[in-house]
């Protein structure tokens, strides 16, 4: 069975900094692309970061400069580094993986970042 569990979700202040952790079990870790998403009040849910099993990085514009995606395989763990957190970053954020053999998605239950201006 499947599970993605994220945390470190919480009330920051604008300006402050948070750690996103995703720890994934019945997954094989290497063959997943590892993503986190943020899915904000009436709008749907948008990539913010992700990462290949070949340790490519991809991230929104909001998201560069400011956020580091990066995965610990003996840890089965995907972690999303957020500094410089803004009022528009607030959302509940989900981590994916999807399996490049089975060519499915796996989500989480979420975590909520709200951040205060």
């Known amino acids: 069975q499947v599970q993605l569990v994220e945390s470190g979700g919480g009330l920051v202040q604008a300006g402050g900094s948070l750690r996103l952790s995703c720890l994934a079990s019945g997954i094989i870790f290497w063959q997943n692309t590892l993503g986190w998403y943020r899915q904000a009040p009436g709008k749907q849910r948008e990539l913010v970061a992700e990462?290949?099993?070949?340790?490519?990085?991809n991230y929104a514009e909001s998201a560069k400069g400011r956020f580091t995606i990066s995965r610990d395989s003996a840890k089965n763990t995907v972690y999303l580094r957020m500094n410089s957190l803004k009022p528009e970053d607030t959302g509940v954020y989900y981590c994916?993986?999807?399996?490049?053999?089975?060519?499915?998605?796996?989500w989480g239950q979420g975590t909520q970042v709200t951040v205060s201006s």
């Open positions: 990462i290949t099993r070949d340790n490519f990085i």
């Open positions: 994916k993986a999807h399996n490049h053999y089975t060519d499915l998605d796996y």
